[in-house]
């Protein structure tokens, strides 16, 4: 979920926290905008009505929001007793916003069922010093309250008790994009085990995924910009059907004759588009920008911002770019574990797409509809993709798609290990408007 961090701030390895299980450092900062209360707030939010592109904003207020049929309101004892009082083997991971356990609920009653029956769902409880307030969560839950598409991750209810904020989510039981690419942790549930790198037919399909739940949004009666694109809110299903998690940082698109939205710089530093930064004009093509972050993280292996490293190659975008236009120099960034496993066409083409949306004149960006288009072009057979999954899912690799002649990159610019770097994504804060 969002916060927020000064634009301009440096990732500052000493203010690191240790993430438990992700053994991996996140630098955070507090925001300003993270003041909880459990009164009711007077804040309103442009909200959703209808299950999809029918959706109209209306500006709801903080009851309205929690009152949607859609969710279940839990108390805080309920999600205690489905995660087994938030044991740390329930654990399946830690983000900005909070700790998330995995819980069990009854289908039919809602309430708390034991360990192993019923439906599995994926609990999110609020630090209670983290930086991500009440404002965003509140508006998690206003979206995801009425946004329902197959590649969004389904919200089945919140808690709201004293000073605790909980958010219930549907199990994604293969975790996140960030957890398979850059493989600093497995998720405790998350079965696939094994070196394997991510094959290039399942990073297709978690591409074309995203860009579905991206599409929808942007394509909404009522547009919506998600605003926090990045690998780890892709959560994954069994079959690696992406869905976009973390709608804190969502906002409303602009209406009438507005061609942008001004507002407080947020989101992840590497996967902000730079105008957004130096602006706080805020557009759907800012989320296509972060698509395409995303796309060369999937064409690398590397993350978009990478403190282990030196020099240019620290900022995936930075480092890349120049290659993604040119045939003959792509492979210099092609992520080395996929060992030329690819169609090379397919690589270029992703790779052109990639390059249309970092272009620095947002105007140029493609939308997300054509982002989508072009994707499902470069799709390799479904049969091919399903074969992949499961032998991903069971530990083999043996690609179906023709062997790249793109060589796998040997340049002196990736030289050093292709490890995952030990820092996450660092957030924006706000600019001083
Ligand atoms: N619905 C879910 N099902 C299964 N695992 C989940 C689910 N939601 C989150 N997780 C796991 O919990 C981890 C932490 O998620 P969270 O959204 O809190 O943080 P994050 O996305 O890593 O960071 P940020 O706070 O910057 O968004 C995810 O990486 C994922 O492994
Ligand atoms: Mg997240």
Not at 90 to 116: C, H, Q, R
Request: aromatic share 8%; proline share 6%.
């Amino acid at each position: 979920m969002g916060n927020c961090l000064d634009s301009s701030a440096k990732v500052d390895a000493s203010r690191s926290s240790h993430n438990i299980h992700t053994g991996s450092a996140a630098s955070k900062v507090s925001s300003k905008t993270s003041g909880r209360s459990s009164a009711p707030s007077s804040l309103t939010i442009p909200s959703y009505s209808g299950r999809s592109s029918e959706c109209l904003p209306t500006p709801r207020s903080e009851g309205e929001i929690l009152s949607s049929p859609n969710l279940k309101a839990f108390t805080f004892s309920e999600l205690r007793n489905a995660t087994r009082n938030f044991r740390p083997d329930s654990l399946l991971g830690e983000g900005g916003f909070g700790y998330v356990f995995k819980g069990w609920i009854d289908e039919n009653t809602m309430t708390a069922a034991k360990p192993g029956s019923g439906m599995v769902v994926a609990v999110k409880k609020l630090k209670p010093e983290g930086f991500q307030g009440h404002k965003e969560w509140l508006t998690e839950v206003n979206y995801l309250g009425q946004l329902h598409h197959p590649n969004l991750v389904k919200l089945i209810g919140y808690c709201l008790e004293g000073e605790n904020r909980l958010l219930v989510y549907e199990f994604m039981p293969k975790g996140s994009l960030e957890n398979h690419l850059f493989r600093t942790n497995f998720n405790v549930s998350c079965t696939t085990g094994g070196p394997q790198p991510l094959p290039w037919a399942v990073r297709m399909k978690v591409a074309i995924g995203a860009a579905r739940g991206l599409s929808f949004l942007h394509d909404a009666k009522s547009q919506v910009i998600y605003r926090d694109f990045k690998a780890s809110n892709i959560l994954l299903d069994a079959d690696f059907n992406a869905k976009l998690s973390d709608f804190g940082l969502a906002k409303a698109g602009p209406t009438g004759d507005r061609t942008h939205v001004s507002t407080q710089v947020m989101g992840t530093q590497g996967y902000a588009a730079p105008e957004y930064v130096a602006t706080g004009r805020l557009t759907a093509k800012s989320d296509v920008y972060s698509f395409g972050v995303v796309l060369l993280e999937l064409l690398s292996g590397r993350r978009a911002v990478d403190k282990s490293k030196v020099g240019v190659e620290q900022v995936l975008v930075d480092w890349a770019k120049p290659y993604l236009s040119d045939k003959r120099k792509l492979f210099r960034i092609m992520d080395t574990k996929l060992g030329g496993q690819y169609p090379q066409k397919s690589a270029v083409t992703a790779a052109h797409l990639a390059f249309q949306c970092l272009s620095n004149e947002a105007k140029l960006r493609p939308r997300m509809s054509e982002v989508l288009a072009t994707l499902e072009q470069i799709d390799i057979p479904k049969s091919a993709a399903r074969n992949l999954v499961s032998e991903y899912q069971n530990g083999g690799l043996s690609s179906p798609v023709q062997r790249s002649p793109l060589r796998p990159h040997h340049s002196p610019l990736h030289l050093t290990a292709n490890a995952a770097s030990p820092l996450k994504g660092q957030r924006l804060s706000p600019r001083v408007r």
